[in-house]
């Protein structure tokens, strides 16, 4: 199976047996050195005799960092990066034996600090990866539940099973507190579902028989069985936690920054190391070895302190931990570029229906003309059958459209216009005046506020229903705090004028478009896309899918079930709260914000660890060690830490 979240459990799989084996190979190797410091040394067997010892169980813990460096110098032409740091670090501690045997040495022997250079930086690396797979596991956790079993009902047993192995038609039991673990069709039972896995907020709802579940919520009350429709890679579950695994794609600015950093940070770290080692001898003892020794030691502590690894490994680790915290509250960003972006965000463009209104229209007035009440409620019934926008699900509700489809010959949806369709034999028109107009349809204009749908049949006017919409709770609010935020807001609609303006007018929205064709919304965004500040475009149906698509920050509402606004968006948000996008850009501020902290952090104790390596005699090259792994680790607990940041 080759979906994102298989080859990302397959790729954690092969991380575990990496790290199994680099600690069996750390093992032998130290048990080597002891032999080596304990028994075969130097004062039993001779100087050689400790070297060959020492320098094997060096090779045994430390051939790979000299292979990556040489990979890195041949194939990226890279020849700084933190592998040759310590292999020049490693060579460095072994020649100071050449300055004589120092008796004031830890261990009384220089070898066995060499090797402790190349073992410490080993076992770093082991934890550094234990942490970051903890990190990206405590992440991935944090995105959604997935059940560990699923109760599967077969030849009327209840059988325990991985979810991963059910397939598609299977029947399975979810009982009260569990986890529902597949998405499926309620075949018995009901019960009250906990959303909030999904939508970042506490939410139940009732689910009855016949009703549709989704992998990853909770059942609260009640009893249910399920029929299984998609497979585990399928599920709802499974592709949130995908997309938040392939959000790594787009790197953020700071990342990028680090990667052009690091190239530049390490030759200067290697140049002040060796002008660290050779200016001073060469001014206040150039005959004297011990001054010689003391000064390669700077040298070489200052290459180890100066390993860059806390920042290339913090800084992504912070974007991909504020992803994680993103989708606790029901927010999916596609990448840490998106921060950047919402960061500097200067306008909001927003679509009307559906975003800043709830979408969920009543009709207020049927006006038929020259044909019966009935059929005029059937013919739009009909022709809004197969859409999925909010005005058709309000004229269609919850009848049966079985009896409607087995009449429709011929159907298409005009996005921006309306549907066109061949029913019971008549040809049908239904949607806005462009529709009308285009099919050179004459009509009589409404004089009403509100949305209007018109109806032709065989090219004569057949009267018109007038639908009301209403203000999302939400809307408001957030208009308000983006204001607050420097943040200015346009809405772009297909609505009429008067429909518009009422809205624009109490939300306090500073432009308003209407009566705009998907095109023509597209052009008015393009001309707001100056690239001084960034432009975020919200919108939850198919017409606002191009604009989604152009914008700095495409942000797509309602997104479970929108396969179209997860392709398109860069942003999705899984409910239909507005309100989410003044959160989004509270956590980006949080994560620009850690990850500062995780460069000047760390670059701040470095240089004060450097400062001592200098100052202080004999400075362990083994301390040294311990605090490039240490700030590391340090600067990734920072990183995951972001997880439990509250937004206010």
């Given at each position: 199976?080759?979906?994102?979240?298989?080859?990302?459990?397959?790729?954690?799989?092969?991380?575990?047996?990496?790290?199994?084996?680099?600690?069996?190979?750390?093992?032998?190797?130290?048990?080597?050195?002891?032999?080596?410091?304990?028994?075969?040394?130097?004062?039993?067997?001779?100087?050689?005799?400790?070297?060959?010892?020492?320098?094997?169980?060096?090779?045994?813990?430390?051939?790979?960092?000299?292979?990556?460096?040489?990979?890195?110098?041949?194939?990226?032409?890279?020849?700084?990066?933190?592998?040759?740091?310590?292999?020049?670090?490693?060579?460095?501690?072994?020649?100071?034996?050449?300055?004589?045997?120092?008796?004031?040495?830890?261990?009384?022997?220089e070898f066995f600090e060499a090797f402790m250079?190349?073992?410490?930086?080993?076992?770093?690396?082991?934890?550094?990866?234990?942490?970051?797979?903890?990190?990206?596991?405590?992440?991935?956790?944090?995105?959604?539940?997935?059940?560990?079993?699923?109760?599967?009902?077969?030849?009327?047993?209840?059988?325990?099973?991985?979810?991963?192995?059910?397939?598609?038609?299977?029947?399975?039991?979810?009982?009260?507190?569990?986890?529902?673990?597949?998405?499926?069709?309620?075949?018995?039972?009901?019960?009250?579902?906990?959303?909030?896995?999904?939508?970042?907020?506490?939410?139940?709802?009732?689910?009855?028989?016949?009703?549709?579940?989704?992998?990853?919520?909770?059942?609260?009350?009640?009893?249910?069985?399920?029929?299984?429709?998609?497979?585990?890679?399928?599920?709802?579950?499974?592709?949130?936690?995908?997309?938040?695994?392939?959000?790594?794609?787009?790197?953020?600015?700071?990342?990028?920054?680090?990667?052009?950093?690091?190239?530049?940070?390490?030759?200067?770290?290697?140049?002040?190391?060796?002008?660290?080692?050779?200016?001073?001898?060469?001014?206040?003892?150039?005959?004297?070895?011990?001054?010689?020794?003391?000064?390669?030691?700077?040298?070489?502590?200052?290459?180890?302190?100066?390993?860059?690894?806390?920042?290339?490994?913090s800084v992504p680790l912070a974007y991909f931990?504020?992803?994680?915290?993103?989708?606790?509250?029901?927010?999916?960003?596609?990448?840490?570029?998106?921060?950047?972006?919402?960061?500097?965000?200067?306008?909001?463009?927003?679509?009307?229906?559906?975003?800043?209104?709830?979408?969920?229209?009543?009709?207020?007035?049927?006006?038929?003309?020259?044909?019966?009440?009935?059929?005029?409620?059937?013919?739009?019934?009909?022709?809004?059958?197969?859409?999925?926008?909010?005005?058709?699900?309000?004229?269609?509700?919850?009848?049966?459209?079985?009896?409607?489809?087995?009449?429709?010959?011929?159907?298409?949806?005009?996005?921006?216009?309306?549907?066109?369709?061949?029913?019971?034999?008549?040809?049908?028109?239904?949607?806005?005046?462009?529709?009308?107009?285009?099919?050179?349809?004459?009509?009589?204009?409404?004089?009403?506020?509100?949305?209007?749908?018109?109806?032709?049949?065989?090219?004569?006017?057949?009267?018109?229903?007038?639908?009301?919409?209403?203000?999302?709770?939400?809307?408001?609010?957030?208009?308000?705090?983006?204001?607050?935020?420097?943040?200015?807001?346009?809405?772009?609609?297909?609505?009429?004028?008067?429909?518009?303006?009422?809205?624009?007018?109490?939300?306090?929205?500073?432009?308003?478009?209407?009566?705009?064709?998907?095109?023509?919304?597209?052009?008015?965004?393009?001309?707001?896309?100056?690239?001084?500040?960034?432009?975020?475009?919200?919108?939850?149906?198919?017409?606002?899918?191009?604009?989604?698509?152009?914008?700095?920050?495409?942000?797509?509402?309602?997104?479970?079930?929108?396969?179209?606004?997860?392709?398109?968006?860069?942003?999705?948000?899984?409910?239909?709260?507005?309100?989410?996008?003044?959160?989004?850009?509270?956590?980006?501020?949080?994560?620009?914000?850690?990850?500062?902290?995780?460069?000047?952090?760390?670059?701040?104790?470095?240089?004060?660890?450097?400062?001592?390596?200098?100052?202080?005699?004999?400075?362990?090259?083994?301390?040294?060690?311990?605090?490039?792994?240490?700030?590391?680790?340090?600067?990734?607990?920072?990183?995951?830490?972001?997880?439990?940041?509250?937004?206010?």
């Amino acid at each position: 199976m080759s979906t994102p979240v298989r080859k990302r459990e397959n790729s954690m799989s092969e991380e575990k047996k990496e790290i199994l084996i680099n600690s069996i190979r750390l093992a032998i190797a130290l048990i080597l050195a002891l032999l080596g410091l304990f028994y075969l040394n130097e004062t039993n067997f001779g100087v050689w005799v400790n070297f060959a010892v020492m320098a094997i169980a060096w090779l045994i813990v430390g051939y790979d960092i000299a292979y990556k460096a040489f990979q890195s110098l041949i194939k990226e032409k890279n020849p700084f990066d933190e592998n040759m740091l310590m292999l020049i670090a490693s060579i460095g501690a072994f020649c100071l034996r050449l300055f004589g045997k120092d008796e004031n040495e830890i261990f009384g022997n220089e070898f066995f600090e060499a090797f402790m250079v190349a073992f410490l930086f080993q076992l770093g690396d082991i934890f550094e990866d234990l942490a970051t797979d903890k990190s990206h596991e405590a992440i991935t956790n944090a995105v959604g539940l997935r059940a560990k079993r699923a109760s599967l009902l077969k030849d009327g047993k209840i059988i325990s099973v991985d979810p991963k192995n059910l397939s598609v038609g299977d029947e399975i039991l979810v009982k009260v507190g569990e986890i529902v673990p597949a998405d499926g069709v309620i075949l018995s039972g009901n019960g009250d579902i906990d959303m909030s896995s999904l939508t970042g907020e506490f939410n139940l709802v009732t689910k009855k028989e016949g009703g549709f579940v989704n992998s990853g919520t909770i059942l609260k009350s009640g009893s249910l069985q399920v029929r299984v429709n998609k497979s585990y890679e399928d599920s709802t579950v499974s592709r949130i936690i995908a997309l938040v695994e392939e959000s790594n794609g787009a790197k953020s600015k700071a990342d990028k920054f680090i990667t052009k950093f690091a190239k530049i940070y390490t030759p200067i770290v290697v140049m002040i190391a060796l002008l660290m080692a050779i200016i001073p001898p060469l001014c206040i003892g150039m005959d004297n070895l011990e001054t010689w020794k003391e000064w390669i030691r700077i040298g070489v502590s200052i290459l180890v302190i100066s390993c860059p690894c806390a920042v290339v490994v913090s800084v992504p680790l912070a974007y991909f931990a504020g992803i994680g915290l993103a989708s606790k509250y029901g927010i999916i960003v596609k990448g840490g570029s998106y921060f950047d972006e919402l960061n500097r965000l200067g306008m909001l463009v927003t679509d009307k229906t559906g975003t800043l209104t709830y979408g969920k229209f009543i009709v207020e007035e049927y006006h038929p003309v020259g044909i019966p009440l009935e059929k005029f409620q059937e013919y739009m019934i009909a022709a809004e059958s197969r859409s999925n926008h909010p005005i058709a699900k309000a004229i269609v509700g919850e009848r049966n459209l079985a009896p409607y489809s087995e009449k429709i010959s011929e159907y298409t949806e005009k996005a921006g216009y309306g549907e066109i369709l061949t029913y019971d034999g008549h040809k049908l028109l239904a949607g806005n005046e462009k529709l009308l107009k285009e099919n050179n349809v004459s009509f009589a204009k409404a004089d009403a506020v509100g949305t209007i749908v018109y109806l032709a049949m065989d090219g004569k006017y057949r009267g018109y229903l007038l639908l009301n919409d209403e203000i999302k709770e939400n809307s408001f609010k957030t208009i308000q705090a983006l204001h607050g935020m420097g943040v200015k807001s346009i809405m772009l609609t297909g609505d009429k004028k008067e429909n518009a303006s009422r809205v624009a007018s109490e939300l306090q929205i500073d432009e308003v478009h209407s009566e705009l064709l998907p095109e023509e919304k597209t052009a008015a965004l393009k001309e707001k896309l100056t690239g001084e500040k960034a432009v975020a475009y919200v919108g939850d149906g198919i017409n606002d899918a191009p604009s989604i698509a152009l914008a700095d920050v495409g942000i797509a509402m309602g997104g479970v079930g929108s396969d179209l606004a997860v392709e398109n968006a860069n942003i999705v948000i899984m409910n239909d709260d507005i309100s989410k996008i003044v959160t989004a850009k509270k956590i980006a501020k949080a994560t620009r914000n850690r990850a500062l902290f995780n460069v000047v952090a760390s670059l701040f104790i470095k240089l004060a660890i450097a400062v001592c390596s200098i100052l202080i005699p004999s400075f362990p090259l083994m301390i040294a060690v311990f605090a490039d792994t240490g700030v590391t680790l340090l600067m990734v607990a920072s990183s995951v830490s972001l997880l439990a940041y509250k937004v206010k």
